[in-house]
């Protein structure tokens, strides 16, 4: 059998992604749930600061499978996407795992998708600021 390479989302990074996530939901006065996924979309790393809500735990997982499962962003992108296409527009939300609201970004390393991130837990505007910052985290 041949070897080969599967690139994936390390643990160590999606520790440091979360731990970025965590610290921007406090400066920004909000409690999250974080999940993690690899390029399989399989869960790395979840996460529920104390006091988030309840709905962000399986949110928080639909919007990094979306993300992984696409390769774009949840929120005003995937909108964008969708938006002019009557039939994908209606037709999305019966995707399993399909979470619009912004808060999911695909992680990419070297043109490769590699992971994604799904934050919940706010207003999906705050979410994607925690995801952001989760992501900027690896630069």
């Avoid at 996924?37 to 919007?63: C, N, Q, W, Y």
């Avoid at 399909?98 to 999911?104: E, K």
Wanted: glycine share 10%.
């Amino acid at each position: 059998m041949e070897d080969f390479i599967k690139r994936s989302l390390s643990l160590k990074d999606a520790e440091r992604m979360a731990a970025a996530a965590i610290a921007k939901a406090g400066e920004l006065g909000m409690f999250i749930a974080v999940t993690i996924v690899d390029e399989s979309g399989i869960t790395k790393l979840f996460l529920r600061m104390d006091h988030a809500p309840l709905i962000a735990v399986d949110a928080s997982r639909k919007k990094a499978v979306t993300a992984v499962g696409f390769g774009l962003p949840t929120g005003e992108s995937w909108f964008k996407f969708i938006s002019q296409d009557p039939i994908l527009r209606e037709g999305a939300h019966d995707f399993t795992d399909f979470m619009l609201m912004g808060g999911g970004i695909p992680v990419f390393s070297e043109n490769r998708i590699i992971g994604a991130i799904g934050i919940s837990g706010g207003h999906y505007v705050k979410d994607q600021e925690c995801a952001m910052a989760a992501l900027e985290s690896l630069l």
